[in-house]
């Protein structure tokens, strides 16, 4: 069965269930591309699941800043709040488990797992620039990636670089190199406020693509309960 990838949760636990709803029985293992936390409300939900389900998981730059293992001096003033109100709210517990996660690239299997990038695990993987210039820094034919919230990918071949549309499913041809963003569970950018992830089958050399809806207005009503700013609530309704 495939493998369920997912990515950029922040702390948004109705997403995530809605996403465990959709893909359930569809998959075997999960794997996790980091940011857990941040943002959303319900970070210790988010990463006691994490713990007791994720068969291999890096580590988000939220994890770090929300973990203390990283300076908020480079956020926004909205991810400072967040990440503030993060560290107070988080066990023990699930503080120290934050600040262990691996960095990535992580392999696994025959694939590889990255926040970031295969080079750095804070960069963003945008343009068809950004990822060729990653080439050398590719160990698998097949690397997951997250952080930009941004569901798709590209394709690395002969002739250059290509970006991937997230829509349906594409066959993770030989001699290519692949760099797949799963989408945003908790906080999409890409324009469609749907929860998204992806599912990856080694057997059939496949990566479908998938959104679901989910109770924004659950998600948004806790933002606010916790006293968050209201920026972090609203931007749910717009995936930006």
Request: glycine residues 10%; contains cysteine; aromatic residues 10%.
């Amino acid at each position: 069965m495939p493998q369920l990838i997912l990515s950029d949760i922040h702390g948004n636990f109705d997403a995530l269930q809605a996403v465990l709803g959709h893909a359930a029985g569809r998959h075997e293992g999960i794997l996790c591309l980091g940011d857990l936390v941040g943002y959303g409300a319900e970070p210790n939900a988010v990463t006691d699941w994490a713990k007791a389900n994720t068969a291999a998981i890096v580590r988000g730059n939220h994890d770090k800043a929300c973990s203390g293992a990283h300076s908020l001096d480079e956020y926004s003033p909205w991810a400072r709040a967040s990440a503030s109100w993060t560290r107070k709210e988080l066990t023990e517990e699930n503080r120290l488990y934050l600040q262990q996660l691996p960095q990535g690239p992580l392999a696994y299997q025959e694939i590889s797992l990255v926040h970031g990038s295969p080079s750095d695990e804070d960069e963003y993987l945008v343009s068809i620039i950004d990822v060729t210039v990653q080439r050398g820094a590719l160990t698998t034919p097949l690397t997951f990636f997250g952080h930009t919230h941004i569901q798709g990918g590209f394709l690395l071949g002969p002739s250059g670089t290509k970006k991937i549309a997230p829509n349906g499913s594409i066959f993770v041809e030989p001699d290519y190199f692949f760099l797949i963003n799963p989408g945003s569970v908790g906080q999409p950018r890409d324009g469609d406020w749907r929860a998204g992830y992806a599912l990856y089958s080694a057997v059939e050399r496949t990566v479908e693509f998938h959104r679901v809806a989910y109770d924004v207005d659950r998600a948004a009503a806790k933002i606010r309960a916790a006293g968050l700013p209201e920026f972090l609530a609203a931007r749910l309704y717009e995936g930006r």
